[in-house]
């Protein structure tokens, strides 16, 4: 099973 | 007054055509430097970045800079009503509420105008920090955009790993499994048929097979694709378009439990 991850996890709002 | 041009309307007819399965709408941002556009799609797992060069449009005119909020659904439309050799030009006046596209044909016989409406969107920028990618892939544009389709078949998701010996795309169903390897070319007679990889350390991630059939639909602007990717941190798919700039599209992994 695998999650999908989202890309605020890794970059951040500016 | 903003106004850029370009003699042929087919590279923004592809880039629409790059772009309409991951966004409903986008901030078109113009600058005297170019037009650029970042947006996430709806689920917040890709993110498109586009940017157009001033220097790559035959003229181009922007004299303060203007956030444009556009549908992507209507663009489209609008775009497919021009010919491909069509010139267009797209104008806006300061604080605009609309943007007109014109067409003008080859032979200067046919003018057509769409006007657009403009939408006030909520505005979400990501940082994306600078990155230096364990795995830097290039190859035929045609040939990934095959293999995503090919293994779409067979699963969800689609792993890719990388290593000195070459790259590999796998896809695990219920129904079977497939992997495609490609190595890396010993000589290419043509630079856009090369495989060429760069690598600082093998890698191996996961995709979702439904963003990267996306991502392809790009595939008629540019004869390679660029993959960059480390471990745990999103792929990034670029394609070169022309002179004029580039398409990016990022996209997180999927992971296991």
Known sequence: ?14 | MFEARLAQSAILKKVLEAVKDLLTEATFECSDSGIQVQAMDNAHVSLVSLNLRSDGFDKYRCDRNLSMGMNIGTMTKILRCASSEDTVTLRAWDNPDNIIFIFESQNKEKLSEYEMKLINMDQEHLGIPETVYSCVVKMPSQEFARICKDLSQFGEAITIACSKEGIKFTAAGDYGNANIKLAQTAEADKEEEAVIIDMQEPVKLTFACRYLNSFVKATPLCAQVKLSMSGDVPLVCEYQIGDIGHIRYYLAPKIDD
């Open chain 1, 1 to 14: 099973q695998t999650n999908q991850i989202h890309l605020q996890e890794y970059y951040y709002h500016i």
